[in-house]
């Protein structure tokens, strides 16, 4: 006994302290829809969920929303107000759904001759910033048919953006950042980016505050959305994420909330389609 207590003293002794920060970083967990997993898992997760939606994408959202997701996406591009040689960051932007209209409204500016430098094509302007290949494949192919050839396809974080400090005049996402693992980390990273005065927006599925209409939209999208992601993409899971990751995704007030912790100013949100989808906005002051 006394020789096991001298071993014990010794290796306390020389013990190297515990890395705690390290362990709760290793053990430390999110949401993944209606699962509990950890934060790398979500990772790896969402960028699966991707990767198999990529080809159908527009597809499904087309049949999801009954098209009325084009709507929501020419509306949000009109609050954005694309300016001449205003500096665009889409992220999660893959298919390029809104860098193509934020374009389109720049070369219909150039065409009504209130372009300075005609000859500068707008797609110069943009760069698109999304972690998944096969969304950014997708995106390229129809940028290629556009001839939107100036437009920088970058394979990133939201999290991590390989971009310096005050690099964008405007920074948009749209129906990504509840996918992000830290949505406070993609923000304050979204706040970095911007130039002084410039622009943060935000378009995401959000909440629906009436109770009769929040009944029937969760009746169709547990019970409509992923039957019909099996049968056109062959991907039921995929599809049921994405309705639960909706409704774990923070409400309206909150979130804007936390676009205020990350620093921006005259924060506020507008709600389409009764909170189906809602526009958050705020600006680098």
């Known amino acids: ?5 001298i071993l014990s003293r010794i290796a306390i002794k020389f013990a190297k302290p515990c890395n705690y920060q390290w362990l709760s970083l290793r053990h430390k967990t999110t949401h993944f829809g209606y699962q509990d997993v950890s934060e790398e898992e979500k990772s790896e997760k969402v960028h699966r969920v991707f990767e198999n939606v990529a080809d159908n994408y527009d597809l499904m959202n087309d049949l999801m929303s009954g098209g009325v997701h084009r709507l929501w996406k020419d509306h949000f591009v009109d609050k954005v107000a694309p300016l001449p040689q205003g500096k665009l960051l889409d992220v999660a932007g893959g298919t390029g759904d809104i860098a193509f209209r934020y374009i389109q409204r720049l070369v219909y500016q150039q065409e009504q001759g209130h372009q300075a430098e005609p000859e500068f094509h707008p797609s110069k302007q943009v760069t698109v910033c999304d972690f998944s290949e096969s969304m950014l494949a997708e995106g390229m192919k129809r940028a290629k048919k556009l001839g939107y050839s100036g437009i920088n396809w970058v394979c ?7 971009f310096p400090d005050d ?17 406070q980390k993609a923000i304050d990273e979204a706040y970095r980016v911007l130039k002084p005065g410039g622009r943060f927006m935000c378009l995401e599925f959000s909440h629906v505050s009436n109770p009769v209409l929040r009944w029937l939209y969760d009746q169709y999208s547990f019970n409509v959305i992923p039957p019909v992601g099996h049968v056109v993409a062959g991907d039921w899971q995929s599809y049921q994420y994405l309705v639960e990751s909706i409704r774990k995704f923070p409400d309206q007030k909150t979130f804007c909330s936390m676009i205020e912790d990350a620093g921006f100013r005259s924060v ?8 189906v989808t809602s526009i958050h906005s705020g600006y680098k002051l």
Request: aromatic content about 14%; glycine content about 8%; some cysteine.
């Open 167 to 183: 690099s964008y005049d405007c920074y948009t996402i749209a129906y990504g950042i509840r996918n992000v693992v830290d949505v």
């Open 268 to 275: 506020r949100y507008e709600d389409l389609t009764f909170g």
């Open 156 to 162: 990133g974080d939201a999290q991590n953006l390989p």
């Open 1 to 5: 006994m006394p020789l096991l207590r």
